[in-house]
């Protein structure tokens, strides 16, 4: 389960076991779990997108040495990486 969509989506939780979430007092919340699933597929292309991005030590390569053409190779990757990977 994605702790981060159940706490996004259920502000009175404070902890998470497994797939039980709690509030402060200890007492159980119940949560819609396919609205927690739904959040976490929204932010599915954020993991994807940052394991495809090139390494931003390659942008930082080209502006130090001037090369506008290895710059402009790193933001095209980039806006590639997100093409494939668009917004949920």
Same mark, same amino acid.
């Given at each position: 389960?994605?702790? !981060? ?7 009175? =939780? ?10 402060? !007092? ?9 609205? =927690? ?14 394991? !495809? ?10 502006? =130090? ?24």
């Amino acid at each position: 389960m994605n702790h !981060e969509a159940i706490y996004k989506l259920n502000p009175t =939780v404070v902890t998470i076991r497994g797939d039980d979430a709690f509030d402060a !007092e200890g007492n159980p919340v119940i949560y819609d779990k396919a609205a =927690v699933q739904a959040y976490a597929d929204s932010k599915a292309y954020i993991a994807k997108r940052q394991a !495809e991005y090139p390494s931003f030590i390659d942008y930082l390569d080209g502006v =130090v040495k001037g090369d506008q053409a290895q710059i402009a190779k790193y933001i095209a990757d980039c806006q590639a990486v997100k093409a494939k990977y668009p917004k949920g």
